[in-house]
C-alpha cells in the first residue's frame, strides 16, 4: 500500500504529460499529490516529518530552479551565440554550400551533422548546448523529419550519459566502482554503435523522404544566385563557432590558461559575423540577446518541474522502486534496472544526472549488478529523458526546428523506444552471463 502512495504522484504527473497539460499544470498536481502523501505516511510511521511550505519552496527555489539555472550556464550562452550567427544568415550559407558540393545528397549531409552532434556532445559532456548550435544547421538543411530528430536525440542521449567529462557518467562510474576514464573506456564501443546508429537513422529518413525543404527550397533560397566564393566567406562564422564548441577544451590545453571558454567562443563568432556576413554590430548584439529568451525561460519553467520532482523523492519514491528490482532473480536484475530507469526519466527527465541520483545509490547496493550494466542503466535514462518533455535537450530540438515540443515527442516516440529495448536486451544478456 505505501508503494502505491509513493508512486502515485508520478503517475498523476505522467497522466497529465500524456494529456498535454502544460509541465507546471503536471508538476503541481504531482507536487499537491506528494503533500498529501507525505502526511499520510508520516501517520502510518514511514516518514518522520512530513512536507512543509518551507520544504516546498527549497525544493523549487534552492534545488530546482537555482540547478537548472546554474548547471546550464554554457547552453544559454551557447543558444544565445547560435541564434545570432543563424540570424547573419552564416547557417543557411553553410547549408546551400553543403547543397552544391554534395550535389544535392542531403542523405550524407544529415548523416555527418548527426555525427556532429554526437561527438561534440561526448567531448562537452552535455548535449543541449550544442543541439542549440547544431539544431538550426539541420533544420535548415533537410527540415522537420521525425527519424532525422530522433536520430539526434538518440546520438545526444548516448554522447552524455557516456562521456568522459559528464556528470552522468562521474555518477555511473562511482556506482560501479571504477575511475571514470576506465568506465568511458569500457562504455566506448557502446557509444560509437549507438552514434552510427543515430547517423544510420537520419539518413534513412533524408533518403526515404527526401528533405522536407526541397519543394519550395528553390523559391526561398535567399542564397541561391551568390557566388560560391561568396557563400564560404559567409559560412566562416559558423566553422568556427562550430570548432570551438566540439575541440575548444581541447585547444585550450595547449595554452597556459583557459582562453576557448563559452562567452569568449561566443564573442569570437559576433565578431566573425560583423566581419564576414556584414552585419551591424547593434544588430549582432540585439540578436545575441533576443537569443537567450527561449531557453532561459525554459530552463526557469523545467526549475519548477524539478521542484515538484524533488518532492517525490522525499517521499523516498525513487529508493522504494530501486529496492524493488533488487528482490528479482540476479539474471534478471540488469534488465529490470534498465527499464525501470527508462521509465523513471520520462516524467522526471528534466536533468538526468539528477535521475542517476535519485537511483544509482539504492541500485548499487544490489547483488549482480555489473560495473556494464551501471553504463547501460545511464544510457537507458538518457534515452528515456527524450521523450520527455521537460527534458532541456527536448526543448533546444524544438526551438531549433521550429514546432512544438511535443511534436519532437511524438516523434521520438517511434525510434528513441525501440534502442531503449535493444538497451534492455544487452542488459538482459549480460545478465544471464
Known amino acids: 500500500?505505501?508503494?502505491?502512495?509513493?508512486?502515485?504522484?508520478?503517475?498523476?504527473?505522467?497522466?497529465?504529460?500524456?494529456?498535454?497539460?502544460?509541465?507546471?499544470?503536471?508538476?503541481?498536481?504531482?507536487?499537491?499529490?506528494?503533500?498529501?502523501?507525505?502526511?499520510?505516511?508520516?501517520?502510518?510511521?514511514?516518514?518522520?516529518?512530513?512536507?512543509?511550505?518551507?520544504?516546498?519552496n527549497n525544493f523549487v527555489v534552492n534545488i530546482g530552479v537555482k540547478d537548472m539555472l546554474s548547471k546550464y550556464l554554457a547552453p544559454v550562452i551557447y543558444a544565445a551565440g547560435a541564434v545570432m550567427i543563424a540570424r547573419s544568415g552564416s547557417i543557411k550559407a553553410l547549408v546551400e554550400a553543403m547543397n552544391r558540393v554534395l550535389k544535392?545528397?542531403?542523405?550524407?549531409?544529415?548523416?555527418?551533422?548527426?555525427?556532429?552532434?554526437?561527438?561534440?556532445?561526448?567531448?562537452?559532456?552535455?548535449?543541449?548546448?550544442?543541439?542549440?548550435?547544431?539544431?538550426?544547421?539541420?533544420?535548415?538543411?533537410?527540415?522537420?523529419?521525425?527519424?532525422?530528430?530522433?536520430?539526434?536525440?538518440?546520438?545526444?542521449?548516448?554522447?552524455?550519459?557516456?562521456?568522459?567529462?559528464?556528470?552522468?557518467t562521474a555518477f555511473s562510474a562511482t556506482a560501479a566502482g571504477m575511475e571514470v576514464g576506465d568506465f568511458a573506456n569500457m562504455m566506448l564501443p557502446f557509444t560509437i554503435v549507438l552514434f552510427l546508429v543515430g547517423a544510420a537513422l537520419a539518413f534513412y529518413g533524408v533518403y526515404k523522404k527526401g528533405s522536407m525543404l526541397r519543394a519550395g527550397a528553390e523559391v526561398e533560397n535567399e542564397f541561391a544566385q551568390t557566388p560560391t566564393k561568396e557563400l564560404w566567406i559567409k559560412v566562416i562564422p559558423t566553422i568556427v563557432f562550430l570548432v570551438l564548441v566540439i575541440v575548444g577544451?581541447?585547444?585550450?590545453?595547449?595554452?597556459?590558461?583557459?582562453?576557448?571558454?563559452?562567452?569568449?567562443?561566443?564573442?569570437?563568432?559576433?565578431?566573425?559575423?560583423?566581419?564576414?556576413?556584414?552585419?551591424?554590430?547593434?544588430?549582432?548584439?540585439?540578436?545575441?540577446?533576443?537569443?537567450?529568451?527561449?531557453?532561459?525561460?525554459?530552463?526557469?519553467?523545467?526549475?519548477?518541474?524539478?521542484?515538484?520532482?524533488?518532492?517525490?523523492?522525499?517521499?523516498?519514491?525513487?529508493?522504494?522502486?530501486?529496492?524493488?528490482?533488487?528482490?528479482?532473480?540476479?539474471?534478471?536484475?540488469?534488465?529490470?534496472?534498465?527499464?525501470?530507469?527508462?521509465?523513471?526519466?520520462?516524467?522526471?527527465?528534466?536533468?538526468?544526472?539528477?535521475?542517476?541520483?535519485?537511483?544509482?545509490?539504492?541500485?548499487?547496493?544490489?547483488?549482480?549488478?555489473s560495473p556494464l550494466a551501471f553504463g547501460l542503466i545511464a544510457i537507458s535514462v538518457g534515452l528515456g529523458t527524450q521523450i520527455s518533455p521537460v527534458q532541456i535537450n527536448v526543448a533546444a530540438l524544438s526551438d531549433g526546428f521550429k514546432v512544438s515540443i511535443f511534436d519532437i515527442i511524438k516523434g521520438n516516440m517511434k525510434f528513441v523506444p525501440i534502442v531503449g529495448g535493444i538497451v534492455a536486451v544487452i542488459g538482459l544478456i549480460v545478465g544471464i552471463l
Open 1 to 56: 500500500m505505501e508503494l502505491i502512495l509513493m508512486i502515485l504522484p508520478l503517475i498523476v504527473i505522467l497522466g497529465l504529460l500524456v494529456m498535454k497539460k502544460h509541465m507546471l499544470v503536471a508538476g503541481l498536481a504531482g507536487g499537491a499529490a506528494a503533500l498529501i502523501i507525505s502526511w499520510i505516511l508520516v501517520a502510518t510511521g514511514t516518514l518522520e516529518t512530513g512536507i512543509k511550505p518551507s520544504d516546498i
Open 104 to 168: 544535392g545528397k542531403m542523405a550524407y549531409l544529415a548523416a555527418a551533422i548527426v555525427l556532429i552532434q554526437a561527438i561534440a556532445t561526448y567531448m562537452a559532456g552535455m548535449g543541449a548546448g550544442n543541439t542549440m548550435v547544431i539544431a538550426p544547421l539541420m533544420a535548415a538543411a533537410v527540415g522537420f523529419l521525425p527519424e532525422v530528430v530522433a536520430g539526434m536525440a538518440i546520438a545526444t542521449a548516448v554522447g552524455f550519459t557516456t562521456s568522459p567529462a559528464s556528470t552522468e
Open 249 to 369: 577544451g581541447k585547444l585550450n590545453a595547449l595554452f597556459p590558461i583557459p582562453i576557448f571558454l563559452p562567452f569568449i567562443n561566443v564573442l569570437i563568432a559576433a565578431v566573425l559575423c560583423v566581419i564576414f556576413c556584414k552585419v551591424s554590430p547593434n544588430k549582432v548584439s540585439e540578436n545575441l540577446i533576443d537569443g537567450s529568451r527561449y531557453i532561459l525561460t525554459t530552463l526557469f519553467g523545467v526549475g519548477i518541474f524539478l521542484g515538484f520532482i524533488n518532492m517525490i523523492g522525499f517521499l523516498g519514491t525513487f529508493d522504494r522502486l530501486a529496492a524493488l528490482v533488487g528482490q528479482a532473480p540476479e539474471w534478471l536484475v540488469t534488465f529490470l534496472a534498465i527499464v525501470l530507469a527508462f521509465i523513471i526519466a520520462i516524467p522526471s527527465g528534466a536533468f538526468a544526472a539528477g535521475v542517476l541520483a535519485l537511483i544509482l545509490p539504492t541500485l548499487s547496493l544490489i547483488p549482480g549488478l
